[in-house]
């Protein structure tokens, strides 16, 4: 029975995640197609003079761009079927190559932004659900409503004045320190690099998680079970371990899975501000210079990562909450 | 051993924008339960019978305000005093599952009453197993999530809960709503028990008929006082004084079977 369910969820997941990417990449396709950046004047860029009309007509057919959408389209998806994601205008590179690197880049940074907001977040969210309608729940709240309403770039300028320019303390830009050689990158200069655009991400995903886990601590807290365990003797930290992070966990956690899609749009705005090589910066250079495979090889891989992630925060339910697990409600 | 004298609990709350109302729930209510002795609170629903049990708790919410004296074992119950004994020397026996912890087992959920009433892991354990056994519970149970109880081995996990801790006085909240009439029996025999030990019992209720089964003395509950405390044989002899309460006595389908007339 419980094999079956699983067995169940899993392919129903499995035919939407093909759907939504079909329909991902139809729609980034045709988009950018239609974009009136021209892909060939991007690419040639300041040269564009000294090219003739024939080079470029042999330029656009090296890459197809002579063929109708849809026979591009076609022909993107079968290769795609034996695993091709097609080559980088921009890098030179196949997709999957490019996105590979990059992505290891980002990796770090969106690892450390997402366990940063986590805990920062739940931490905060229960503070201020503790002590509603104090002092502290204000400044908390005030807080979080400030962070909510920033903006990324915004935010993510401001700690740069703060932290590089005025108190010297980061690195103003990239992933590294220029003129390094890329094998020569100690592991603390990449960590030096890395922090503000990490801080700048977390920051930002704090403030959704703190107000989500205090609003529901505060639901937890006016519970009929937590009346029960005051009428017990507990005291309020007593029941905020015992009770209410068994409680407030499992909504926490799969807030945090669902996060992932706000942390990866995130990361496209620090990264440019910070210049930093990750895979967000690749997605601002694919859109502007219209490097259709790469771009829509991104999105490709960003839905599939944000699916993923939701589908763990879908799957937590079912393996942790016994009412699920056991009832089969 | 528990006195109530004099006893008011008024609400301040915000009526239309920034007006505020005071609402008095409980009015000069005085109620007395001895030790060995089972005291029924009757009253229709709304007419503030929890309440009355959450301020000897202590456990009123914040924006309540409390008048007149409760005297625990000859002295007053300050918030200091009730803090210090409730769920202890105090205990309460709650209204339904809801008032479990969804996601807790419910042997941890009973452990750590014992822990509140401060006994080591290992002897709450002990402690719980023997409660269990008792209340004619399997071991079994304490791996149980509240929500895959029966309802009346529900009930015998909360009686238990109230006596893993040593509680003097229990106080029981409604127990037997919406439950067969034998689980309803067994569970106002467990009360009885434990009065029979020499604990005080205040079982609050609005089913007349099952505090007669048990009690010694019942209050009449309404408008937030009592309107009488009348011994529990007075209402066959047909001693009641008060219009109230004969009305309610005559309400049963056993008896005439005449509606209480609406407030």
Known sequence: MQLKRLAQFTVRKLIRLVLLLIAVSLFSFVLVSLSPVDPINAYVGAEMLQIGPEQRQLIAERWGLDQPMITRFWLWLQQLGSGNLGTSMIFNQPVGTVIANRFQVSLQMLAIAWLLSGLLGLGLGVLAGAYEGRWIDRTIRFYAYILASSPTFWMALLLLIIFSVTLKLTPICCAAPPGVLATDVTLGQRIHHLILPAVTLSIIGVASIALHTRQKLIEVLNSDYVLFARAQGETLWGIIRHHGLRNILLPAITLQFASLSELFGGAVLAEQVFAYPGLGEATVQAALRSDVPLLVGIVFFSALFVYIGNTIADLTYQIIDPRIRIGGL | MLSVENFSVTFTMYDRGLVQKQLTVITDLDLEVRAGEVVAVVGSSGSGKSLLAHAVLGILPANAETSGRILFQGEPLSAARCQALR??????????????????????????????????????????????????????????????????????????????????????????????????????NHLRELASEGKGVMLITHDIEAALQIADRVAVFYAGTTVEIAAASDFANGKLRHPYTQALWRALPQHDFIPVAGD
């Open chain 2, 87 to 188: 769920g202890r020397a105090i205990a309460l026996i709650p209204q339904s599952i809801g008032y479990l912890d969804p996601l807790m087992t419910v042997g941890a959920q009973v452990c750590r009453v014992g822990q509140l009433n401060g006994l080591a892991k290992p002897a709450a354990k002990l402690v719980m197993l023997e409660t269990f056994k008792r209340y004619n519970l399997a071991s079994e149970v304490q791996h149980l999530y509240p929500f895959q109880l029966s309802g009346g081995m529900a009930r015998r996990v909360l009686v238990a809960m109230a006596v893993v801790g040593q509680a003097e006085l229990v106080i029981a909240d409604e127990p037997t709503p919406g439950l067969h009439p034998d689980v309803v029996t067994e569970t106002l």
